[in-house]
């Protein structure tokens, strides 16, 4: 509102009279009004964001009760503790292979609906973009229900393939077997149309003069397709990465971190701990492990993106 | 010269012409093979709560043909469609989405404007900072949020856990940096001309802004409102953190609290409620799909 009544007046004290002066009072006007139309968003960053974020390493290095400073005590305790390296290691399998499978299905599928007819292709990508829309918490349910252990409709299905009922959930492989097929199930879908995205940038004419070239598919896409892509590749992988490192929903609602702690991750297993249990700084202190793996991806999607800003 | 001779000797070219269209169609009908495997792959967990949600409970637990309906039913949709606590999470889950995006697009439409046109001292590393934002989970934040939130109600009496209006607070954190990236990008590929020849007529930047930018931006602004929408819907851990009363929750926290009872499993609601739940988003994409993609690619094509 401010800049309203003030701004005309800037504009024309600098239309009138070239002072240094008015020109100068004119700057400092638009970067106070500037200043005002970003302010929420810094105090909404600063006071719900990095606040927080500091918080929780104070919280980290309390007692229980958060009575107490206790230094790295809560960290010790970690390291101490089985489930803990469980948990560890089962967030590196989780991340990687869910990642991995999300990124080969995406790239695979955007070729196919890259190959069929531009007047098709909307329709398809309608179909499989559909995991990604529905809320993981709604979906994740779905699935819960066709992996029922008595009512499973896979093993239904599978029975007629001689092949015995599978505890999909029941036995710890199958368990991180099912937590990653959905969230490869809701994630693909992201990758498929980055990557779809990216392959129509790709200008035909390279591909012609590989054809030319004498060139087979295997090298179409090795030498045209990845190099052309890989901008795109990186940060959809090292973004998918972080958002499946911290991912809560598809693990709390599929098992809850069972059977015997073998499919718990970070977060679901800080949940447990911190709201559940309620140890709030031994959950903090959890959660914190998340921190390194974020920051690295987040350091090469940052060079990534100020290298991008460079060229352009 | 030499063309005249390839043109006469056309019988080899046409046979060659011919095995590359054969090719071409045999690529095409395995594309469509394949597609047609992962559209099924896609689309079998939301058509098996359809079909869940039309049968009774007796169908369910007589284990016939869990891909086939015997007698089809509304009973489910009935139920919960009158039940008062299905409709409350229903109204707290619109509420808060709707008060959510509304919050978002006034923090990061001006916010967006003012980092993209009005370069000012730290503008570029605020850009960054939204984009860094963005980046950090909801997971990392949930316990520290708690407590800052309990700590809050502790001092001054003011109780925020436990009630849904705290949601208020705590979405905008994940969709304000997003929004404001997006916009940020959208912004910038607007051409200078536009708003110099603006300001020359005298526009102020508010004016500037809601004449010039907003409009010419709508796309958009329609991507991010999609992208705030469906992420204040669909978010989970915030809700089952911050409420626990059935009269404060959200859909998704509320599907999965309440009609789950101890060992008992009453799937036929679950899946209907599931449904209405995944349908707001479901129905939004299906009518702005274009809109939909744009967001979503624009994250990280723009900027």
Redesign the interface.
């Known amino acids: 509102m401010v800049d309203v009544t003030f701004q005309p007046n800037g504009v024309a004290a600098a239309r009138t009279a070239r002072k240094r002066g008015g020109l100068r009072n004119a700057l400092r006007r638009k970067s106070t009004s500037a200043f005002l139309m970003t302010l929420p968003l810094i105090v909404l960053i600063a006071v719900l964001v990095i606040y927080p974020a500091f918080y929780s390493l104070h919280l980290a290095t309390l007692n229980k009760s958060m009575s107490r400073f206790v230094g790295f005590g809560n960290f010790e305790f970690l390291f101490k503790r089985e489930t803990f390296w469980l948990v560890v290691k089962q967030s590196c399998i989780f991340a990687i292979s869910a990642v991995l499978f999300k990124a080969l299905i995406g790239f695979i599928v955007a070729h196919f609906v890259h190959n069929v007819p531009a007047n098709k292709q909307r329709k398809w990508r309608g179909m499989l973009l559909v995991p990604w829309v529905i809320p993981p918490a709604m979906s994740t349910l779905a699935w819960l229900w066709l992996f029922d252990p008595s009512y499973s409709a896979f093993n239904y299905t599978l029975s007629f393939f001689g092949i015995g009922p599978i505890p999909w959930t029941g036995d710890a492989v199958w368990a991180r077997f099912s937590v990653i097929l959905v969230n490869v199930w809701y994630g693909a879908p992201f990758f498929m149309i980055m990557y779809l995205a990216a392959l129509k940038s790709v200008p035909e004419q390279l591909y012609e003069a590989a054809a030319i070239d004498g060139a087979n598919w295997w090298q179409r896409i090795w030498y045209v397709t990845l190099p052309m892509m890989r901008n795109i590749i990186a940060i959809t992988t090292l973004f998918s990465l972080i958002v499946t490192f911290a991912n809560f929903d598809i693990v709390r609602i599929l098992t809850a971190g069972g059977p015997l702690d073998h499919t718990h991750i970070f977060a679901t297993w800080a949940f447990r701990v911190g709201i559940e249990g309620s140890d709030i700084p031994l959950g903090a202190s959890v959660s914190l492990f998340m921190v390194p793996i974020l920051a690295v991806a987040a350091v090469f999607i940052l060079r990534d993106i100020n290298k991008r800003g460079n060229e352009a | 010269m030499s063309t005249l001779a390839i043109d006469k000797s056309g019988p080899t070219r046409n046979v060659k012409y011919g095995s590359m269209s054969r090719d071409r169609t045999w690529?095409?009908r395995w594309?469509?093979f394949?597609?047609t495997l992962?559209?099924i792959?896609?689309?079998?967990?939301?058509l098996?709560?359809l079909i869940?949600s039309l049968k009774g409970s007796a169908e369910?637990s007589a284990?016939t043909?869990?891909?086939w309906i015997y007698h089809p039913t509304l009973e489910n949709y009935v139920q919960l469609l009158t039940s008062n606590q299905f409709l409350r999470f229903f109204w707290n889950s619109a509420w808060v989405s709707i008060i959510v995006v509304t919050i978002t697009m006034?923090?990061?439409v001006?916010?967006a404007?003012?980092?993209a046109r009005?370069k000012?001292?730290g503008?570029a590393t605020?850009a960054?900072?939204?984009?860094?934002?963005y980046?950090?989970?909801?997971?990392?934040?949930?316990?520290?949020?708690?407590?800052?939130f309990a700590t809050i109600g502790d001092w001054t009496g003011i109780q925020l856990i436990n009630r849904w209006y705290v949601l208020l607070?705590?979405y905008?954190?994940l969709t304000?940096?997003f929004c404001?990236w997006i916009m940020i990008g959208y912004f910038a590929s607007i051409p200078k001309e536009l708003d110099e020849a603006a300001?020359i007529d005298?526009a102020?930047?508010?004016?500037t802004l809601t004449r010039i930018f907003i409009p010419v931006a709508l796309p958009g602004l329609i991507a991010a409102t999609i992208f705030a929408f469906?992420v204040s819907?669909?978010q989970?851990?915030y809700p089952?953190?911050f409420t626990t009363s059935t009269d404060q929750l959200v859909l998704?926290?509320g599907?999965?609290t309440t009609l789950i009872k101890g060992d008992v499993?009453n799937?036929g609601q679950?899946?209907t409620g599931?449904?209405l739940?995944?349908a707001p988003?479901?129905i939004i994409?299906a009518f702005l799909?274009d809109y939909?993609?744009a967001g979503?690619?624009a994250?990280?094509?723009k900027?």
């Not at chain 2, 102020?204 to 004016?207: G, I, K, N, R, V």
């Open positions: 690529a095409l594309s469509y394949f597609l992962f559209a792959f896609s689309l079998v967990p939301p098996y709560m869940t369910i284990a043909n869990p891909w006034l923090i990061s001006p916010a404007f003012a980092l009005m000012f001292w503008s605020l960054t900072g939204v984009f860094l934002t980046l950090i989970p909801d997971t990392l934040l949930f316990i520290p949020l708690f407590k800052m607070f705590i905008p954190t304000v940096p404001t300001i005298g102020s930047w508010f004016q469906t819907w669909a989970f851990l089952l953190v998704p926290v599907i999965i499993f799937w679950i899946m599931a449904l739940g995944a988003p479901l994409y799909m939909y993609i979503l690619t994250g990280a094509t900027g």
